[in-house]
């Protein structure tokens, strides 16, 4: 945009960089922060997720969309847009196109770090604009209803005495979400992550499936799926993994920590922007999504899917993530997946 000044039509840009040579025309001045710092989407917004519909982090993806929609959050239509496979790789791919544009946001998930750690991606976090972190998920260790197994010192035992005594099952992938809380607590137990006697899963139907019938002692589970199944008289909770106990059915599981096990970890879900972001366009974000989290629709699914609050914004985000990227790090090497 071209501002009159002193009789001269120069461009917004070239003023601003001669005010900020020289302190004269503060009114100049003012007028250039006007222009560099007001942003707002012109257009639609894409909530990109790397997933099929759905699922877990597509749910995440329409609450939100309803919410900044419905609530006049946003003022643009506001869609979104599934682009699954390649773990987060096609999704990633989406936004490196589209450097600096404050219309795409990512719903990510912990697996973008653990693909990095792992060596399966080039990208991680820190390739991308951290918008916030949204909410963690808490996970757990079940059994089935009549085991013997009734307290995280009971699984230390059988575990110190042989690390093979127990068969333990691992939903969806080697170095996911579950492996890595059953990882985390077993070395809070001092008990070698690499000698364990582990049985792969592809879905978490198949782990309870597995444990109900016998076929396995132990599983992790994420608290909502835990819950259902608990609800249904199938298993029983042993931990969860937050910092404190929750509310409602949480409110009667111990946490680790309460057992002497010394393990806080959630399935984190944060969101990103394309590299490149302006300060403009994340201040625009943190106050949308500042507004979104204090919904009564989004603390009602997040009640829920007994989900943590821990929201986190652009500026406290990259702080949180990096804390994230060094647990999932050292438990990946717990596990013998990755190297120091």
């Given at each position: 945009m071209d501002i009159?000044?002193?009789g001269h039509t120069v461009s917004a840009q070239k003023l601003c960089a001669w005010a900020a040579l020289a302190a004269v025309a503060p009114g100049a001045i003012a007028n250039c922060h006007a222009q560099q710092g007001a942003w707002k989407p012109e257009r639609a917004v894409e909530i990109v997720v790397p997933t099929t519909p759905g699922g877990a982090i597509d749910r995440t993806a329409r609450v939100m969309q309803r919410v900044l929609q419905n609530g006049r959050i946003?003022?643009?239509p506001v869609v979104v847009l599934n682009k699954p496979g390649g773990g987060q790789t096609?999704?990633?791919?989406?936004?490196d196109q589209r450097a600096g544009d404050g219309h795409e946001l990512l719903v990510s998930t912990m697996s973008l770090m653990t693909n990095h750690i792992l060596g399966r991606s080039k990208v991680n976090y820190t390739d991308y604009t951290p918008l916030a972190v949204l909410f963690g998920e808490s996970m757990t260790l079940v059994v089935r209803p009549d085991s013997p197994i009734k307290a995280g010192r009971d699984i230390q035992e059988r575990l110190k005495s042989d690390p093979r005594s127990m068969s333990i099952a691992i939903g969806i992938a080697v170095g996911?979400?579950?492996h890595l809380a059953l990882a985390l607590v077993i070395k809070s137990m001092g008990i070698e992550v690499k000698k364990l006697k582990t049985v792969v899963f592809?879905?978490?139907g198949e782990t309870m499936t597995a444990l109900m019938g016998g076929h396995v002692d132990l599983a992790p589970l994420s608290a909502a799926s835990a819950l259902e199944a608990v609800k249904q008289g199938k298993l029983r909770i042993v931990g969860v993994s937050s910092e404190r106990r929750g509310d409602g059915p949480l409110a009667a599981i111990p946490t680790w920590k309460e057992q002497g096990f010394d393990v806080v970890f959630t399935n984190t879900r944060f969101l990103l922007g394309p590299k490149g972001l302006s300060a403009a366009q994340t201040a625009y974000w943190d106050a949308a999504f500042g507004r979104m989290i204090q919904s009564e629709e989004w603390k009602s699914e997040a009640q829920k899917d007994?989900?943590?609050?821990?929201?986190h914004s652009s500026r406290q985000s990259p702080q949180r993530l990096a804390l994230m990227y060094k647990q999932l790090k050292d438990a990946l090497i717990d596990a013998g997946l990755a190297k120091e």
């Open positions: 009159s000044f002193g946003v003022e643009v096609i999704a990633m791919n989406h936004l996911g979400t579950n592809q879905s978490n007994s989900l943590e609050m821990d929201y």
